[in-house]
């Protein structure tokens, strides 16, 4: 019979139960999609394999300490074989991981800030600064990827100089992370900005405004939380195109020999010969992880974006 | 229109059908009456069938098998008749006698008023540049002249050219000047032949004349029938450009190609065991080396942004003691497989004429160098890193060129052992082209600023040794230097050996050379890598080395080999014989189609069809079950 | 479609391709290295040398038309500068000569390049439009069902390896292993032709494998966006009603909800050609097929900015010309876009 006074920690406590709730059915959720799962557990693999692959292996094995003999075919001492300089394929393979995964965190991190940054002030902002951004977008959408990264890397090794070094990255490969980044935004500035538009579209937007809010309030409170959500999708699905982008470019040789992704590794393999001399062991570990690797991230990608977007008719 | 799900199914089957039908052996081109092809591999483009513009070995070759030289190279490199069928050697003057009768491939006339024109284009170059070569085209052939001491030529005759030398040297044979026919080229100057385009099909003397040149695959030759010489078996000859030495290796095992240039030691091993194609190793006449940037040395000059970041690179106890801590055979053994020799002076082993072994040669004895180290004050500070004289830890700037993973592979040894001395090396790979001006000081031009500590990289040389010497004078500091040292000693010795009187007394000089630049450490030597080549011998006999000791077929200085070659599958005599070529090709020829994949045996290959073949498999059966228990996500996705 | 739209688009693509051009000059005479450090190890290199053919390519006239200097500030203006000489020579169809194949013309050099790509990447979309649209539809169509299971597993896993990944074992075993096909190249070495037949029969038995490798990246990807925008499109108002009304499944997939999942293929197909024809650089060197691809591996290393500049030039210019074609033929196909 008493009035029930709702109090601001009530709307609070609320809100957290709200957000418990909705995590728990999206697990739930996520965990009926098989594939997703499987994507989930092959990336936990390899996150713990990046992380701290010495554990597993020991640390990356050098020219002057490769005991093997060139190109050995897998036996008990190396299960995966050796290289041409002698040195342990599985070694090389599970230190590949770090570099591989590094490249591909970092450069997805560029990807989504910029790409991120500029569709949600495109789409909110709208009029000419949307028109200049996408235009923008646009241009960059247009340019031939590859042939870019392979003019712009020479360019930004000069910018960035010999020395740098990020997350044990040396400045090589920092160059094909930028690449990446400069070159992969643009998608990622037009989804977002397609997803920002509809949010913008839907009422409440509207009734805030009506309520006085202020544009940053409303970007922050009700654009942005309903953007994440994509914005986390496109993460995964980006980080699987930065993946392959780096394999694709390390093998083409803008790799570097001192810290072996597994495109580097493929490269070492075509410049020793070993397609013709039949040393599978030297190419086939480094494939499939990368195959695993983009193909994991493509699924929980996948599902994430299922889940966390759903299409359904007239809501658009 | 969409089409119809069954006009799409067509068209697939369609091109399957297509598809289907290729598998069959391609309609055999070979017939009675075809060419006999000799189909050459390298992984080396060309860049122009220009001879004075070309700067690769490949673009030698071309213009050599189109054209003569004065005189040609013999097995042993010795001067065998080539534009000219003899020659007569006085104290100042060459007579070379032209070959009567000799025609072009187009018919016309060849004569010494041909050759002299081709002389003349060099020599006009070096006279209009101040008595200085390197300005005839790309710079190559001219400095041959100049070299071998040529002021003048004359031309009294048709068949008459003589050459005024300032010396008796035999240089004179070695120079590479093409005789290119003048009534095609003679409006062209020394200014303007570099740039003239010489478009396929080319008129030559030589054996073979390029006919058909596509940028990117490959360059055909066709026999020249007005040739004065021996007619090679072969009617045609294509060099053939390859990506990587992987496609070209399966090409030679599949007989697609007869001759491989530049395979890597691991494929040679695997190549020696298949029996139809024999492996040959060639000397190298040239190195990989570390230059330290030395620049200063000798006069105390320092670059303000640039120069060696430690002065420690200028002193030649610091220089000496880090020759100890590289091991030379584990390298040859590692990088080159074997095929290759221990590094030490700059002439070459292969040129045993020229060539000493230094008289206080350096171990791999890592305590050794770290003695050195500490003897010459350079020591280590508490955390390991060892000190220069000015209190600075040493941090060496490591450049080699992206060209070749020997250079890759190198450095990685470099890094580690140097490592082990406390001196921390950062390597980095570059295109040439910014390698080339990396290494530039300022005496190159504005801008240049030498930033850089060790430059790995190599050189290759030609006959005679002074084309490699001069790279350590004084005045190669901005043009061809990568050390920047100077040492007026070392000139004075150059221009006296270049002037000896005697083989003997060129030799004395150059050993004393030689040392000199080794005990100063101006470079450290890693190797001479070999040169690996391949062939088959099922289809073309006869193949020679050249030089006899330790070349190799083709690519090499002449192209007599060409003509020498005979057909294998002929029980005949094994002389070459003249005119048999043409009509003995019915039975031997080369089987074009490339498949039914002749000469794969070997147990890896069978291991790796079976494992290709699981994998595909694999591939199928993952797909299979990864959605097999897809029932909640096909259903209640709708929303 | 209106004619505003078309002279929108029209002009939107001129201004594009302007930017392009300026885009391609900046970037690579940004590259460090000059091009007559080309020059190889050549002992006798002099700097006269060096100075006379940088005058002879114009390299010494200043980069760009206004140069702003610092010490002591002042701006000037440079009529003649290497900018102005680039776009003016460009929109002339001057390309320029390449520095690496001395005297010949950029166009030569590109143009003998261009069939061999073209008709890669012509014919692999070609098959892999035909086929992975076919194969998504159809997943998409009866989702969950076998199709989809098997195809968008096989399709996913395509979808996920590089080309060169995809081609390696493909010569393994086809060429070098069972040698039904050759392992690289477009025809046989050396080899003369008795018909135009025979030489035309030879091409496409060194074309298939290569064109098996792109094909099948290819499906890859088409078919899982083709699946995705049927399952979009099937769940959509019209579909429903037309399935209401008693029209059969395959009638409802065929005339309603495939040619309208068909047009944001069509976009996408356009955009894609941009980065299909870089993806296939890896393909080709693979194959050792002589295309476009091989030629700008090349041209990288030896630093030969005209043919890099043409390459990208041309690459730029079709993608905005393809999105042209696409935007112009959406305009005609959807009904929704008549402003």
């Given at each position: 019979?008493?009035?029930?006074?709702?109090?601001?920690?009530?709307?609070r406590?609320?809100?957290?139960?709200?957000?418990?709730?909705?995590?728990?059915?999206?697990?739930?959720?996520?965990?009926?999609?098989?594939d997703?799962?499987?994507?989930?557990?092959?990336?936990?693999?390899?996150?713990?394999?990046?992380?701290?692959?010495?554990?597993?292996?020991?640390?990356?094995?050098?020219?002057?300490?490769?005991?093997?003999?060139?190109?050995?075919?897998?036996?008990?001492?190396?299960?995966?074989?050796?290289?041409?300089?002698?040195?342990?394929?599985?070694?090389?393979?599970?230190?590949?991981?770090?570099?591989?995964?590094?490249?591909?965190?970092?450069?997805?991190?560029?990807?989504?800030?910029?790409?991120?940054?500029?569709?949600?002030?495109?789409?909110?902002?709208?009029?000419?600064?949307?028109?200049?951004?996408?235009?923008?977008?646009?241009?960059?959408?247009?340019?031939?990827?590859?042939?870019?990264?392979?003019?712009?890397?020479?360019?930004?090794?000069?910018?960035?100089?010999?020395?740098?070094?990020?997350?044990?990255?040396?400045?090589?490969?920092?160059?094909?992370?930028?690449?990446?980044?400069?070159?992969?935004?643009?998608?990622?500035?037009?989804?977002?900005?397609?997803?920002?538009?509809?949010?913008?579209?839907?009422?409440?937007?509207?009734?805030?405004?009506?309520?006085?809010?202020?544009?940053?309030?409303?970007?922050?409170?009700?654009?942005?939380?309903?953007?994440?959500?994509?914005i986390?999708?496109?993460?995964?699905?980006?980080?699987?195109?930065?993946?392959?982008?780096?394999?694709?470019?390390?093998?083409?040789?803008?790799?570097?020999?001192?810290?072996?992704?597994?495109?580097?590794?493929?490269n070492?393999?075509?410049?020793?010969?070993?397609?013709?001399?039949?040393?599978?062991?030297?190419?086939?570990?480094?494939?499939?992880?990368?195959?695993?690797?983009?193909?994991?991230?493509?699924?929980?990608?996948?599902?994430?974006?299922?889940?966390?977007?759903?299409?359904?008719?007239?809501?658009? | 229109?969409p089409?119809?799900?069954?006009?799409?199914?067509?068209?697939?089957?369609?091109?399957?059908?297509l598809?289907a039908?290729?598998?069959?052996?391609?309609?055999?081109?070979?017939?009675?009456?075809?060419?006999?092809?000799?189909?050459?591999?390298?992984?080396?483009?060309?860049?122009?069938?220009?001879?004075?513009?070309?700067?690769?070995v490949?673009?030698?070759?071309?213009?050599?098998?189109s054209?003569?030289?004065?005189?040609?190279?013999?097995?042993d490199?010795?001067?065998?008749?080539?534009?000219?069928?003899?020659?007569?050697?006085?104290?100042?003057?060459?007579?070379?006698?032209?070959?009567?009768?000799?025609?072009?491939?187009?018919?016309?006339?060849?004569?010494?008023?041909?050759?002299?024109?081709?002389?003349?284009?060099?020599?006009?170059?070096?006279?209009?540049?101040?008595?200085?070569?390197?300005?005839?085209?790309?710079?190559?052939?001219?400095p041959?002249?100049?070299?071998?001491?040529?002021?003048?030529?004359?031309?009294?005759?048709?068949?008459?050219?003589?050459?005024?030398?300032?010396?008796?040297s035999?240089?004179?044979?070695?120079?590479?000047?093409?005789?290119?026919?003048k009534?095609?080229?003679?409006?062209?100057t020394?200014?303007?032949?570099?740039?003239?385009?010489?478009?396929?099909?080319?008129?030559?003397?030589?054996?073979?004349?390029?006919?058909?040149?596509?940028?990117?695959?490959?360059?055909?030759?066709?026999?020249?029938?007005?040739?004065?010489?021996?007619?090679?078996?072969?009617?045609?000859?294509?060099?053939?450009?390859?990506?990587?030495?992987?496609?070209?290796?399966?090409?030679?095992?599949?007989?697609?190609?007869?001759?491989?240039?530049?395979?890597?030691?691991?494929?040679?091993?695997?190549?020696?065991?298949?029996?139809?194609?024999?492996?040959?190793?060639?000397?190298?006449?040239?190195?990989?080396?570390?230059?330290?940037?030395?620049?200063?040395?000798?006069?105390?000059?320092?670059?303000?942004?640039?120069?060696?970041?430690?002065?420690?690179?200028?002193?030649?106890?610091?220089?000496?003691?880090?020759g100890?801590?590289?091991d030379?055979?584990?390298?040859?053994?590692?990088?080159?497989?074997?095929?290759?020799?221990?590094?030490?002076?700059?002439?070459?082993?292969?040129?045993?004429?020229?060539?000493?072994?230094?008289?206080?040669?350096?171990?791999?004895?890592?305590?050794?160098?770290?003695?050195?180290?500490?003897?010459?004050?350079?020591?280590?500070?508490?955390?390991?890193?060892?000190?220069?004289?000015e209190?600075?830890?040493?941090?060496?700037?490591?450049?080699?060129?992206?060209?070749?993973?020997?250079?890759?592979?190198?450095?990685?040894?470099?890094?580690?052992?140097?490592?082990?001395?406390?001196i921390?090396?950062?390597?980095?790979?570059?295109?040439?082209?910014?390698?080339?001006?990396?290494?530039?000081?300022?005496?190159?031009g504005?801008?240049?600023?030498?930033?850089?500590?060790?430059?790995?990289?190599?050189?290759?040389?030609?006959?005679?040794?002074?084309?490699?010497?001069?790279?350590?004078?004084?005045?190669?500091?901005?043009?061809?230097s990568?050390s920047?040292?100077?040492?007026?000693?070392?000139?004075?010795?150059?221009?006296?050996?270049?002037?000896?009187?005697?083989?003997?007394?060129?030799?004395?000089?150059?050993?004393?050379?030689?040392?000199l630049?080794?005990?100063?450490?101006?470079?450290?030597?890693?190797?001479?890598?070999?040169?690996?080549?391949?062939?088959?011998?099922?289809?073309?006999?006869?193949?020679?080395?050249?030089?006899?000791?330790?070349?190799?077929?083709?690519?090499?200085?002449?192209?007599?080999?060409?003509?020498?070659?005979?057909?294998?599958?002929?029980?005949?005599?094994?002389?070459?014989?003249?005119?048999?070529?043409?009509?003995?090709?019915?039975?031997?020829?080369?089987?074009?189609?490339?498949?039914?994949?002749?000469?794969?045996?070997?147990?890896?290959?069978?291991?790796?069809?079976?494992?290709?073949?699981?994998?595909?498999?694999?591939?199928?059966?993952?797909?299979?079950?990864?959605?097999?228990?897809?029932?909640?996500?096909?259903?209640?996705?709708?929303? | 479609?209106?004619?505003?739209?078309?002279?929108?688009?029209?002009?939107?693509?001129?201004?594009?391709?302007?930017?392009?051009?300026?885009?391609?000059?900046?970037?690579?005479?940004?590259m460090?290295?000059?091009?007559?450090?080309?020059?190889?190890?050549?002992?006798?290199?002099?700097?006269?040398?060096?100075?006379?053919?940088?005058?002879?390519?114009?390299?010494?006239?200043?980069?760009?038309?206004?140069?702003?200097?610092?010490?002591?500030?002042?701006?000037?203006?440079?009529?003649?500068?290497?900018?102005?000489?680039?776009?003016?020579?460009t929109?002339?169809?001057?390309?320029?000569?390449?520095?690496?194949?001395?005297?010949?013309?950029?166009?030569?050099?590109?143009?003998?390049?261009?069939?061999?790509?073209?008709?890669?990447?012509?014919?692999?979309?070609?098959?892999?439009?035909?086929v992975?649209?076919?194969?998504?539809?159809?997943?998409?169509?009866?989702?969950?069902?076998?199709?989809?299971?098997?195809?968008?597993?096989?399709?996913?896993?395509?979808?996920?390896?590089?080309?060169?990944?995809?081609?390696?074992?493909?010569?393994?075993?086809?060429?070098?292993?069972?040698?039904?096909?050759?392992?690289?190249?477009?025809?046989?070495?050396g080899?003369?032709?008795?018909?135009?037949?025979?030489?035309?029969?030879?091409?496409?038995?060194?074309?298939?494998?290569?064109?098996?490798?792109?094909?099948?990246?290819?499906?890859?990807?088409?078919?899982?966006?083709?699946?995705?925008?049927?399952?979009?499109?099937?769940?959509?108002?019209?579909?429903?009603t037309?399935?209401?009304?008693?029209?059969?499944?395959?009638r409802?997939?065929?005339?309603?909800?495939?040619?309208?999942?068909?047009?944001?293929?069509?976009?996408?197909?356009?955009?894609?050609?941009?980065?299909?024809?870089?993806?296939?650089?890896?393909?080709?060197?693979?194959?050792n097929?002589?295309?476009?691809?091989?030629?700008?591996?090349?041209?990288?290393?030896?630093?030969?900015?005209?043919?890099?500049?043409?390459?990208?030039?041309?690459?730029?210019?079709?993608?905005?010309?393809?999105?042209?074609?696409?935007?112009?033929?959406y305009?005609?196909?959807?009904?929704?876009?008549r402003?």
């Amino acid at each position: 019979m008493s009035a029930t006074i709702i109090t601001a920690r009530d709307l609070r406590n609320e809100r957290w139960r709200l957000r418990i709730r909705g995590a728990r059915t999206f697990a739930g959720r996520f965990v009926r999609r098989s594939d997703g799962v499987l994507g989930l557990a092959i990336l936990a693999v390899f996150t713990v394999l990046a992380l701290a692959p010495a554990l597993f292996v020991g640390p990356l094995e050098s020219v002057t300490t490769a005991s093997g003999g060139p190109l050995e075919p897998p036996s008990l001492t190396y299960p995966l074989g050796t290289d041409e300089l002698g040195r342990d394929m599985l070694n090389l393979t599970v230190h590949g991981a770090r570099i591989s995964m590094t490249i591909g965190l970092l450069a997805t991190a560029i990807t989504i800030f910029v790409g991120a940054f500029v569709g949600v002030v495109a789409g909110f902002t709208g009029g000419a600064t949307d028109n200049v951004l996408m235009r923008t977008t646009d241009f960059f959408l247009v340019l031939p990827t590859l042939v870019l990264a392979i003019a712009l890397a020479p360019v930004v090794l000069e910018v960035i100089g010999t020395d740098a070094e990020i997350f044990g990255i040396r400045a090589t490969l920092i160059v094909i992370v930028i690449v990446i980044g400069l070159t992969s935004w643009a998608t990622t500035a037009r989804i977002i900005r397609s997803q920002v538009l509809s949010v913008k579209e839907r009422m409440f937007v509207d009734r805030a405004r009506v309520i006085g809010s202020g544009s940053g309030r409303i970007m922050r409170r009700h654009i942005f939380p309903n953007v994440v959500n994509l914005i986390v999708a496109q993460a995964v699905i980006t980080f699987a195109l930065a993946v392959f982008t780096e394999t694709t470019l390390a093998f083409i040789g803008l790799g570097d020999p001192f810290q072996p992704s597994w495109g580097q590794i493929l490269n070492a393999a075509q410049e020793a010969g070993a397609p013709g001399l039949g040393a599978w062991w030297y190419i086939v570990p480094p494939a499939v992880c990368v195959v695993l690797v983009v193909l994991s991230f493509t699924l929980v990608g996948n599902a994430l974006d299922d889940i966390l977007n759903p299409k359904s008719a007239g809501r658009r | 229109m969409p089409l119809t799900l069954r006009a799409r199914g067509l068209r697939v089957a369609a091109s399957l059908g297509l598809a289907a039908a290729l598998l069959a052996p391609a309609a055999a081109p070979t017939a009675a009456a075809d060419p006999v092809v000799l189909r050459v591999g390298t992984v080396q483009d060309n860049d122009s069938l220009n001879p004075y513009a070309t700067l690769l070995v490949v673009g030698y070759e071309a213009f050599q098998l189109s054209y003569n030289l004065i005189t040609d190279f013999g097995n042993d490199l010795e001067p065998v008749p080539g534009f000219a069928e003899s020659w007569e050697r006085a104290p100042d003057r060459v007579t070379f006698k032209i070959r009567e009768g000799m025609k072009w491939s187009d018919g016309e006339p060849a004569t010494a008023e041909d050759a002299c024109f081709s002389w003349q284009l060099g020599l006009d170059a070096i006279a209009a540049n101040d008595g200085t070569a390197g300005y005839l085209g790309a710079g190559f052939l001219d400095p041959g002249l100049l070299d071998a001491g040529v002021t003048r030529v004359e031309c009294p005759d048709a068949t008459t050219m003589i050459a005024y030398t300032t010396d008796q040297s035999d240089r004179i044979y070695q120079s590479y000047m093409p005789i290119i026919p003048k009534h095609i080229w003679g409006d062209e100057t020394w200014e303007t032949i570099g740039e003239a385009a010489f478009d396929a099909p080319l008129v030559g003397t030589g054996p073979y004349t390029a006919a058909e040149w596509q940028t990117g695959e490959f360059i055909r030759f066709e026999r020249n029938p007005n040739y004065w010489g021996t007619q090679g078996f072969a009617d045609q000859v294509v060099i053939q450009f390859f990506g990587n030495a992987d496609t070209m290796v399966q090409a030679l095992k599949a007989g697609e190609i007869d001759y491989a240039r530049g395979v890597n030691a691991d494929q040679l091993k695997a190549l020696e065991s298949d029996p139809g194609i024999q492996t040959v190793v060639g000397a190298a006449n040239g190195w990989t080396q570390l230059a330290f940037n030395s620049y200063g040395s000798g006069t105390g000059k320092t670059i303000p942004d640039g120069g060696p970041s430690t002065q420690a690179l200028v002193d030649p106890a610091f220089r000496d003691a880090l020759g100890y801590a590289i091991d030379k055979p584990l390298l040859v053994e590692r990088i080159l497989g074997g095929y290759g020799d221990v590094g030490t002076t700059i002439i070459p082993p292969v040129l045993s004429q020229w060539h000493v072994e230094p008289t206080s040669p350096r171990t791999f004895d890592i305590e050794l160098a770290k003695q050195k180290l500490d003897a010459a004050g350079y020591v280590l500070d508490a955390s390991g890193a060892r000190l220069d004289k000015e209190g600075k830890p040493i941090s060496l700037d490591l450049v080699y060129p992206n060209t070749d993973d020997v250079y890759a592979k190198s450095a990685q040894f470099v890094v580690e052992w140097y490592g082990e001395l406390g001196i921390k090396t950062t390597a980095t790979a570059y295109d040439q082209g910014t390698l080339g001006e990396l290494v530039l000081p300022p005496e190159a031009g504005e801008g240049y600023t030498a930033d850089y500590d060790i430059e790995l990289w190599g050189w290759s040389g030609s006959p005679d040794p002074n084309a490699l010497l001069q790279i350590f004078r004084c005045d190669a500091i901005g043009s061809s230097s990568d050390s920047q040292w100077c040492d007026p000693d070392y000139d004075q010795m150059y221009d006296d050996e270049t002037a000896a009187a005697t083989a003997d007394a060129r030799k004395a000089i150059l050993a004393e050379m030689q040392n000199l630049v080794y005990d100063q450490a101006v470079y450290d030597i890693l190797f001479y890598d070999s040169d690996l080549h391949a062939y088959r011998t099922d289809v073309f006999a006869g193949w020679k080395k050249m030089p006899s000791a330790n070349g190799t077929p083709l690519f090499t200085y002449g192209t007599l080999n060409y003509t020498a070659l005979t057909d294998a599958t002929a029980q005949a005599s094994p002389e070459p014989s003249p005119s048999a070529g043409a009509s003995a090709g019915a039975s031997a020829t080369p089987a074009p189609s490339g498949d039914g994949g002749s000469g794969t045996g070997g147990g890896g290959d069978n291991t790796l069809l079976i494992v290709g073949l699981v994998a595909a498999a694999a591939v199928v059966v993952v797909g299979l079950v990864l959605f097999s228990r897809r029932r909640s996500a096909g259903t209640g996705e709708e929303e | 479609m209106s004619v505003r739209y078309l002279g929108r688009k029209v002009l939107g693509a001129i201004v594009t391709i302007f930017f392009i051009i300026v885009l391609n000059f900046v970037l690579f005479r940004m590259m460090p290295g000059s091009p007559e450090r080309v020059l190889l190890r050549n002992p006798y290199l002099t700097q006269e040398k060096i100075e006379a053919v940088r005058e002879q390519w114009g390299l010494n006239d200043p980069l760009l038309p206004i140069s702003i200097s610092l010490d002591p500030p002042a701006i000037s203006v440079n009529p003649a500068n290497q900018l102005f000489g680039y776009v003016q020579s460009t929109l002339t169809g001057d390309l320029g000569y390449s520095f690496k194949f001395r005297g010949q013309p950029v166009t030569e050099v590109i143009g003998s390049r261009f069939w061999p790509t073209i008709i890669l990447i012509g014919a692999a979309e070609a098959i892999a439009i035909v086929v992975g649209l076919a194969l998504g539809s159809y997943a998409g169509w009866r989702r969950g069902g076998k199709v989809d299971r098997a195809g968008s597993g096989v399709s996913l896993i395509l979808y996920s390896m590089p080309y060169f990944v995809i081609g390696m074992p493909l010569i393994i075993i086809f060429a070098a292993g069972l040698g039904w096909f050759p392992t690289s190249g477009m025809f046989t070495i050396g080899a003369t032709y008795a018909s135009p037949i025979d030489q035309l029969l030879d091409f496409l038995h060194h074309l298939f494998l290569p064109l098996a490798t792109v094909a099948l990246g290819l499906i890859g990807g088409y078919s899982i966006i083709m699946r995705s925008s049927i399952i979009e499109t099937r769940s959509e108002e019209y579909v429903t009603t037309a399935r209401a009304k008693g029209l059969t499944d395959n009638r409802v997939l065929r005339a309603h909800a495939f040619p309208n999942a068909l047009l944001p293929m069509v976009t996408i197909i356009a955009i894609n050609l941009g980065y299909v024809v870089g993806g296939a650089i890896t393909a080709e060197i693979v194959f050792n097929w002589p295309g476009l691809g091989t030629l700008t591996v090349d041209a990288l290393a030896a630093r030969d900015y005209p043919v890099l500049q043409g390459i990208f030039l041309l690459l730029a210019v079709s993608v905005v010309i393809a999105n042209l074609a696409a935007d112009i033929v959406y305009g005609y196909l959807d009904p929704r876009v008549r402003t």
